[in-house]
């Protein structure tokens, strides 16, 4: 090959350098740059992207994980179906939060890249069966799934020459979440006495809306509640959804209404937001991260009213006696397992026996066995120790 047709080929592939000129050029001052982010490693341990930039490589390695892949077998709500394939799992649930955090950011000219990389690492630390398999995990070992999360992405995800995925402060930060923010500030490593991104904001707030609106369609395509429910429980916000599909055929309204609270949330919040950015005169990402206060949230009179909705799930649908059966069917399982392991250490894989044995907190090394598991495999090893018909 010629070194004209070599220079030419070259020109046509946009560097990291290049792709970081655009990003600045086109996005708002309020967003994070990738070329500002502060990863784990340096490039002597993790050489730099070549032609993406330092988020795209970050939400990319995510995407690569063995956690994130786990997520497909992972509860949200239904650990047991109910013998539905459409309801959603912690890996749909997760894109759906990317999906709608990019979509935030995008009109915001917030960095969408690295919402991605927040948005899809959020909920790798759940165990299997959800929030009751972290009750039983708490209980053990003092579990907790926004701790874990960051340490599979900081030091048990092992596919690098180094331990975990090094990703930058700001995604870690972001993982270390959520509303808790404001809350732990200065108690989180990886804020540094900053506040959160806006990026961090969007993708904590993208959860809520994911959750609150695929909740309800699932609750609605399962069975286990109806629009006559809702209806019943005097909610105005759902009055307003009803409202606005009431011209359309039957069979899309479900549907539809959850589109139109996605569109709601994100309207209110969109609005709420730019308000909150004038009157406190934030407009840098710096200043955002001097801010002492949330500035992505809902309007209070919105947040009054999905707060009521959310209590409404609350109490019909997360405390059916349906989804009550699963959820206990699950804790079940992983206590049958834990006691299993801890009566017979010589159960455990042989890796993992030296290390149990070996650990000061031998309950903390179960509850890394277990929060690693999906729901589907702890099933699997229940049926392995337990049933006589099931081979070993
Ligand atoms: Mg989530």
Not at 29 to 54: F, I, M
Not at 172 to 188: S, V
Not at 248 to 253: D, K, S
Not at 373 to 384: I, L
Request: a negative charge; aromatic letters at 8%.
């Amino acid at each position: 090959m010629s070194d004209t047709v070599v220079e030419s080929q070259m020109a046509i592939l946009r560097s990291r350098p290049e792709l970081e000129r655009r990003e600045a050029d086109q996005l708002s001052a309020l967003a994070v740059l990738s070329r500002d982010a502060v990863h784990v490693h340096g490039p002597d341990v993790d050489p730099a992207p070549s032609t993406r930039t330092y988020f795209q490589r970050d939400w990319n390695r995510v995407m690569h994980s063995e956690a994130f892949r786990k997520l497909e077998y992972k509860t949200q709500v239904f650990p047991f179906g109910e013998g539905l394939d459409v309801t959603r799992t912690r890996l749909t649930h997760t894109l759906e939060v990317s999906q709608i955090a990019q979509a935030i950011c995008v009109a915001l000219g917030l960095n969408d890249d690295l919402v991605r990389a927040i948005a899809l690492a959020h909920d790798l630390g759940h165990p299997p069966f959800g929030h009751s398999g972290e009750d039983v995990l708490r209980e053990l070992a003092g579990f907790n799934h926004n701790a874990h999360g960051l340490r599979i992405v900081t030091e048990l995800e092992r596919r690098y020459p180094f331990p975990g995925l090094n990703l930058p402060t700001v995604v870690l930060a972001g993982m270390g979440k959520h509303d808790a923010a404001f809350r732990i500030l200065g108690e989180c490593a990886y804020f540094r006495d900053q506040g959160p991104t806006l990026e961090s904001q969007v993708a904590s707030l993208a959860d809520v809306i994911a959750y609150r609106s695929h909740d309800i369609e699932d609750a609605l395509n399962s069975g286990i509640l109806t629009k006559d429910d809702f209806r019943e429980a005097g909610l105005d916000l759902w009055d307003e959804l009803e409202a606005h599909v009431a011209d359309l055929p039957e069979e899309i309204r479900t549907a539809q209404i959850t589109r139109t609270l996605i569109d709601l949330f994100i309207s209110d919040a969109l609005t709420e937001m730019q308000q909150r950015l004038s009157h406190t005169g934030t407009s840098t990402a710096a200043e955002v991260r001097a801010a002492r206060e949330p500035l992505v949230r809902f309007s209070d009179e919105f947040e009054r009213k999905q707060s009521r909705l959310g209590e409404f799930l609350s109490e019909t649908f997360y405390k059916h006696y349906k989804i009550m059966r699963m959820t206990d069917k699950g804790q079940r399982v992983i206590r049958a397992l834990i006691g299993a392991y801890q009566d017979n250490p010589r159960l455990l894989p042989p890796d993992v026996q030296v290390h149990y044995e070996e650990a000061e907190d031998r309950n903390a090394v179960l509850a890394d066995v277990i929060a690693g598991m999906t729901d589907r495999y702890a099933v699997m090893e229940y049926t392995r120790l337990f049933d006589p018909e099931v081979r070993v």
